[in-house]
């Protein structure tokens, strides 16, 4: 069976529903909170707890507007398609395979962009913005169980490595992330180990 014309498993699409409405949501709270925090420079925005969980030192970062706008309205832009395409597909709608393909490509650069940020706010600000951690945690189910829904072709031409991705599918995912879990916690252990 091709993924062409045909419905999405309904425990992936409420995956990709879930994770899309939580996308939202962060990224729309951060975009208030940016906003506040653009509009008024003594705004402390609800995710600044301490010193290193520090939403103010993330968001009044250069990396915080990559393209020259605050970063959220990409998460708004892209969490509504995902949003979207979650809900239709939760309803039973049979999307051409570009469609799935272009959501693959979309969440490809999202996930791209979310190790690029986790970088940058692990390593190089050494700051962690809870709303944007909740962003980081949505995108890799939704990248991950769309492109193995959009390998099923393969997976059924016997390819190995779509049959392996879809059988460790639970795997990978708590590896990915265990990977931002030791990242984090090896990075801030001295901070949080006094």
């Given at each position: 069976m091709s993924a062409h014309g045909v419905a999405m498993p309904r425990w992936r699409a409420a995956v990709v529903t879930v994770a899309g409405l939580i996308g939202l949501a962060a990224a729309l709270v951060l975009s208030i909170e940016k906003y506040q925090l653009l509009v008024n420079p003594f705004y402390r925005p609800s995710c600044s707890v301490n010193e290193k969980v520090n939403c103010t030192a993330v968001m009044q970062s250069e990396q915080s507007a990559l393209l020259g706008f605050p970063n959220p309205y990409l998460g708004l832009i892209g969490f509504a398609i995902v949003l979207t395409i979650g809900v239709a597909a939760l309803a039973g709608t049979r999307f051409p395979?570009?469609?799935?393909?272009?959501?693959?490509?979309?969440?490809?650069?999202?996930?791209?962009?979310?190790a690029w940020l986790a970088y940058q706010s692990i390593v190089v600000i050494e700051a962690l913005c809870p709303y944007c951690m909740v962003v980081w945690v949505v995108t890799i189910p939704v990248f991950l169980f769309t492109t193995i829904y959009n390998l099923q072709p393969a997976r059924q031409r016997g390819s190995g490595l779509a049959a392996g991705l879809s059988e460790n599918r639970w795997v990978i995912?708590?590896?990915w992330y265990a990977v931002?879990?030791?990242?984090?916690?090896i990075r801030f252990w001295d901070y949080w180990s006094t």
């Open positions: 395979g570009w469609i799935w393909k272009g959501l693959s490509l979309g969440i490809l650069a999202g996930l791209a962009l979310v995912l708590i590896a931002f879990v030791l990242l984090i916690g």
